[in-house]
């Protein structure tokens, strides 16, 4: 029930096209859906976040779909560039709960130019 | 602005050898804060967390050990290091129920 899990592994992406990044989670606790952004040799940053009280939220080039009924939520990111490419983790906590985050096993994206 | 710091960057231990690596955070107050470990290519490893001075749980049992002798500081250590203890060693902070914001990290090579 803590886990996330996390598809594809990898994902290659043409430059200017979309790349998609989904999650699942099994517990129904969870009220807080973060992804992160980690180039390699540095610590992951947060990207954007999104709680189920809305089902999108967008900055950017970036978006969060969240569909609460099906436990799942995903990234897009329009319009991908080489500079995208990085790993991205999502992520599931529960508020007031302690240390509850729970993050995906990472997505590697490479944009080609 | 908060900010989180660790070090050392990189570290080389032989087999056998101790470790201390050290993180602090700036900015904030009780804050969570997190020690996790990345392997190459792979996903985080959550190792220990506290939620305050001496308050530490481990999630992994395996021969490190976490310490927090002041609110803002948080210490991963190990009396004899393995060659499977070698990865990427990230700290985060946190306040509850919201994202964690982690350090730079230290790359550790145990030969």
């Known amino acids: 029930q803590q886990q996330v899990k996390q598809s594809p592994q990898s994902l290659i992406v043409q430059k200017g096209g979309i790349s998609i990044i989904n999650c699942a989670y099994e517990?129904?606790?969870?009220?807080?859906f973060p992804w992160y952004q980690q180039f390699p040799g540095k610590g992951p940053a947060l990207l954007i976040a999104?709680?189920?009280?809305?089902s999108e939220k967008k900055e950017g080039r970036f978006t969060i779909s969240f569909n609460k009924s099906a436990k799942q939520f995903s990234l897009h990111i329009m319009d991908s560039q080489p500079g995208d490419s990085a790993t991205y983790f999502c992520?599931?906590?529960?508020?007031?709960?302690?240390?509850?985050?729970?993050f995906g096993p990472g997505t590697r994206l490479s944009v080609l130019p | 602005s908060q900010t989180i710091h660790q070090w050392p960057a990189t570290l080389v231990q032989p087999v056998g050898s101790p470790l201390s690596l050290e993180c602090t955070v700036e900015?904030?107050?009780?804050?969570?804060l997190y020690w996790y470990r990345q392997a190459a290519g792979r996903g985080l490893q959550l190792l220990f967390y506290?939620?305050?001075?001496?308050?530490i749980s481990s999630e992994v049992p395996q021969n490190l050990s976490a310490s927090r002798p002041q609110d803002r500081q948080f210490i991963l250590s190990s009396k004899k290091l393995l060659l499977s203890d070698s990865g990427f060693y990230l700290c985060?902070?946190?306040?509850?129920?919201?994202?964690?914001?982690f350090g730079p990290g230290t790359r550790l090579t145990v030969l």
């Open positions: 999104i709680r189920p009280d809305v």
């Open positions: 517990n129904t606790a969870f009220d807080y």
């Open positions: 900015g904030t107050s009780n804050p969570n």
């Open positions: 992520a599931a906590s529960r508020h007031n709960y302690g240390q509850n985050f729970v």
């Open positions: 506290s939620v305050g001075i001496g308050q």
């Open positions: 985060a902070w946190s306040h509850t129920g919201n994202e964690q914001f």
